[in-house]
């Protein structure tokens, strides 16, 4: 690969622990895009990592999972070659401080989630990843704050929703 001078900015509100929603869009070398949505907050364990956190550590596994008819299986597509677009809105919620509530804390926000991931799926974009909940959306209100902001930088989620198709 040449020598490229390339650039990075970000808020440093980015870097606040907590529970949030993102959105990497990924842009390859043949101009298609995926989508992959994804939370902070882990399953296995009390922590809820800023989105920052997660910007270096899942790339490959996020290209890998987006990469045009790959089924998620592993393809030879170069993470330099490729673009990125990465949009988190939060914290929603606070870390928590014992494991019950981080777990509360954590189903919600794996219910926002996949409620993010199909809004998406049926405003036409192309969501490669199955984001898994068996929790109720139980807050209709926040969900709809949060379209709202991922709407300002994903246009298509201010239409009517269209029926997704997996």
């Known amino acids: 690969m040449p020598a490229a001078t390339c650039e990075l900015r970000f808020d440093g509100a980015l870097l606040a622990r907590g529970f949030w929603l993102y959105v990497w869009e990924v842009s390859f070398p043949d101009r298609s895009k995926g989508y992959f949505v994804g939370r902070t907050g882990d399953s296995s364990s009390p922590a809820a990592q800023s989105p920052f956190h997660s910007l ?12 045009p008819g790959s089924g998620g299986k592993a393809k030879e597509i170069d993470p330099s070659e490729c673009k ?10 606070a870390e928590a401080a014992t494991l019950d509530l981080h777990r509360e804390r954590r189903d919600i926000a ?11 799926e049926g405003a036409g974009y192309r969501v490669v990843n199955t ?3 068996t929790k109720p959306l139980d807050d ?3 969900f709809r704050q949060i379209k709202a902001a991922f709407a300002k ?10 029926i997704a198709r997996r």
């Open 56 to 67: 270096g550590l899942h790339i490959h596994a996020i290209v890998r999972s987006t990469v």
């Open 84 to 93: 990125f677009h990465f949009v988190a809105h939060g914290p929603i919620l």
């Open 110 to 120: 794996a219910a926002l989630a996949k409620a993010l991931a199909e809004a998406m």
């Open 131 to 133: 984001v898994r909940c």
């Open 140 to 142: 209709a209100k926040l």
């Open 153 to 162: 930088h994903f246009p298509r989620l201010k239409a009517p929703a269209r």
